[in-house]
């Protein structure tokens, strides 16, 4: 344990806020939540928590109050011994001492009740901000950090270490005021009445001291491979859950989700290495810093003095009601040590996200002439940099045309179709809406010019009509039913138990794979942006409304430049206006279907294995 953490950081809070609040006068509660959390690359605790100051300034007050008070109303007892047993007691200075001694209490009561309700409305404030800036920022960074960090180590920042630095802010912030003012002001005072007594009360602390330091050793390590168990943990539960169909299926996850009990056992011997490392010195310390210690001692030299005529009653019942609680309140000292460096390591994690740069905005926006699309000499690659992507890829698809991607598995179909909505920055060359870069656009203006069906449908828990209205919040009743029936979802819908108002459930759990994609697609149809991209969208139709759907997409993007990825349903983009085929991150072919099949290269290849597919049956000759 080093109680040099705690002294700076008191320090540091009340030298950069405490004069600052005071100059500039209390913030409204309106006012503060307005603030930002401003970071940079060594942003600390008191960094993050800067826009609620104010609350935690106050609540540090008024738990120093509290303790002060609480000390002055057993100040009074000894004053009152001391006329219980004067020769010439004076009832009347006994009743003012017991009304001071009831005042102390009430006004301790009071200010601690006010520190604690000061200090959680302040943590609230600080979980309301925290939260909505860390989703404003992970909305405005590339997606590719999405993918790389996994939902475990998200869901960590977002849930765990928010709710970290909320404990902090309302239990935390209170008790380090109280630690540190009643034993401070009860030493002083010990000092002052008998140095002797104060010494004795003090006797045990040395050696509590050293048996805490052994329990806080290698603290930094172990919190930093206990948190990295807690992500790895966090990220297996949510592949768990999701994957609960699956394993239910195949087997009773034994063996498909070998790598979460892994990480459970991982876990659990972390924690239990980390306990045993740290208990013997834990409870050794509490044990000798506890109050029968020094209580014992402080009776022992108290009676011998007594004995020699060196030490009045009064003064000993003083140091026997002060003495008990002298280390105890040592104590919270040691553990807030603790509580700190925790908070102060999900600071750090909070800061380093939200440090992390978004997609830069242009200076100079502008506006697309059409909505032609062109890839001018684009490379791009996700985590790994020696492994491209895409490789010089150059494209162009008119304004008002049909283009689909086709591509063997892992060719960069999906890659080209997320970089015309910004999903990513390219590494070097551009793309282009309308004969301007993408990354000279607002997000406001591109996200205005491209609506995108995902392959993998997401549905919010939510009424089917509020998932269609996703795009467009202020769309009506009318309009949202128009969309539905031309993505074919209306007939499907209107037989659900509630109609439009039904819950989709979580991530659409209630409806199968070809209904939530059709809503997807209605989503998209509602929006009428110029440019549509789907991505592997008709992946999940029923075959007899697959036709329906085509028509549907056909007559509701006339005039709209439509991009499709497919990559195995080939029969969907017969008719496409041109199709581009790309393998290994390359353009290898392009052309309309009969030119493509005509020249006998990869598609032609593809389009046999398409229809050798669409004759297979039970009793088929399996041909590898």
Not at 5 to 28: P, Q
Not at 53 to 72: D, H, P, Q, V, W
Not at 143 to 164: E, F, P, R, W
Not at 604 to 624: E, F, M, P
């Amino acid at each position: 344990m080093n109680i040099k953490v705690i002294c700076k950081a008191l320090v540091e809070f009340y030298l950069n806020y405490s004069f600052k609040t005071n100059r500039k006068g209390r913030k409204g509660r309106k006012e503060i939540m307005d603030d930002t959390i401003n970071v940079s690359s060594d942003t600390g605790l008191w960094d993050i928590i800067k826009p609620i100051k104010g609350y935690i300034i106050t609540a540090m007050f008024l738990s120093g109050l509290n303790a002060a008070s609480a000390l002055a109303s057993l100040l009074t007892i000894p004053f009152i011994a001391r006329e219980l047993l004067s020769e010439n007691t004076n009832v009347q200075h006994i009743g003012i001492l017991i009304g001071l001694s009831t005042t102390a209490v009430v006004v301790s009561f009071f200010s601690r009740t006010w520190a604690f309700r000061t200090s959680h409305i302040g943590a609230f404030k600080l979980e309301e901000l925290l939260r909505i800036q860390i989703a404003e920022h992970l909305g405005r960074l590339p997606l590719g950090y999405v993918v790389t960090t996994g939902s475990g180590a998200i869901k960590k920042i977002v849930q765990d270490d928010v709710k970290s630095l909320h404990a902090f802010v309302a239990d935390s912030t209170p008790l380090i005021a109280r630690a540190y003012t009643a034993p401070a002001l009860t030493l002083v005072l010990m000092f002052v009445v008998d140095w002797r007594m104060a010494l004795a009360t003090l006797a045990t602390a040395p050696v509590g001291l050293i048996f805490m330091n052994l329990a806080m050793r290698d603290y930094e390590k172990e919190r930093q491979a206990y948190d990295e168990a807690n992500e790895q943990i966090n990220g297996t539960v949510i592949e768990f859950v999701q994957g609960m169909q699956v394993v239910r299926t195949f087997d009773d996850g034994t063996t498909s989700f070998v790598r979460f009990r892994n990480s459970l056992d991982e876990f659990t011997n972390r924690t239990k290495a980390w306990t045993l490392r740290t208990q013997f010195g834990g409870r050794v310390g509490s044990l000798v810093m506890a109050s029968l210690p020094t209580l014992i001692i402080v009776v022992t030299l108290g009676a011998y003095l007594m004995l020699q005529g060196k030490l009045e009653i009064p003064v000993f019942i003083f140091f026997l009601l002060l003495s008990s609680g002298v280390m105890e309140a040592l104590l919270p000292i040691m553990w807030l040590s603790s509580f700190i460096n925790k908070s102060a390591a999900a600071a750090k994690r909070i800061g380093k996200l939200l440090v992390l740069p978004p997609l830069p905005e242009p200076k100079n926006p502008q506006q697309p002439l059409d909505t032609s699309i062109h890839f001018r000499n684009v490379l791009f690659s996700y985590a790994d940099e020696n492994r491209q992507a895409l490789k010089g890829v150059n494209i162009n698809i008119p304004a008002g045309t049909v283009t689909a991607l086709v591509g063997p598995s892992g060719a960069g179909k999906s890659t080209v179709a997320k970089l015309i909505p910004r999903f990513w920055d390219v590494d070097a060359g551009s793309v282009e809406i309308g004969g301007v870069d993408v990354r000279n656009m607002t997000a406001e203006t591109l996200m205005s010019q491209v609506s995108f069906v995902f392959q993998d449908t997401f549905l919010l828990y939510d009424t089917i009509r509020e998932n269609i209205r996703l795009g467009c919040p202020g769309a009506t009743n009318e309009q949202i039913e128009a969309a539905a029936r031309a993505a074919q979802a209306h007939d499907f819908i209107i037989e659900l138990p509630n109609g439009y108002d039904t819950i989709a459930g979580e991530r659409g759990s209630r409806l199968s794979g070809g209904q939530k994609q059709r809503i997807t697609i209605a989503r998209a149809i509602l929006q009428n942006n110029p440019v549509i991209v789907l991505d592997e969208a008709t992946a999940f139709t029923d075959p007899e409304n697959e036709a329906l759907i085509q028509e549907a997409i056909a007559s509701l993007t006339a005039g709209k430049t439509l991009v499709v990825v497919v990559a195995h349903r080939l029969s969907t983009i017969i008719n496409a206006d041109q199709i581009i085929v790309l393998d290994n991150g390359q353009v290898i072919e392009q052309g309309t279907h009969q030119q493509l099949v005509a020249a006998n290269n990869l598609y032609a290849q593809l389009w046999k294995n398409h229809q050798r597919a669409l004759s297979w049956g039970l009793r088929s000759k399996v041909v590898i």
